[in-house]
Each structure stands twice: as C-alpha cells, then as structure tokens.
C-alpha cells in the first residue's frame, strides 16, 4: 500500500479484480474513463472507486506487492 499511497496520494482510483483501471484528480474524468473502457469491452462489471489511502487499500490491489 505505501507504494501506491506515494504514486497516487489523494488521487481517484477505480480499482476492479484487483487492478487499477482508472486515475484521475477528478471524479468525472475517472467515470469517463470507466465508461469508455465498457463501452470498448476492455472491462465488465462495476469498479471500486475511492482515494488512495482513504478508502482504497491493499486488499483492493494486491498486484502492488508483486
């Protein structure tokens, strides 16, 4: 988790399967990101969106320990 809080702090994470698929400062460029990547097919299903470090956390992203 200290890596992504040091990369990421108090940005917006959309984290879905354990990957992160969408950063952004800004909450509606992260839902337009979510919504082109379903709309292209690149993910299905509903993403967990939240801050780094308030409400994302390692269980969210295990491949930031790999």
Known sequence: MAQLREKYESKLVAVLDGAIIAIDDDLEEVAR???????????????????????????HVPSVYV
């Open 33 to 59: 990101i979510i919504e082109r990547k379903k709309r292209t097919g690149e993910i299905k299903g509903t993403p967990y969106t939240g801050r780094v470090g308030d409400d994302i956390a390692a269980v």
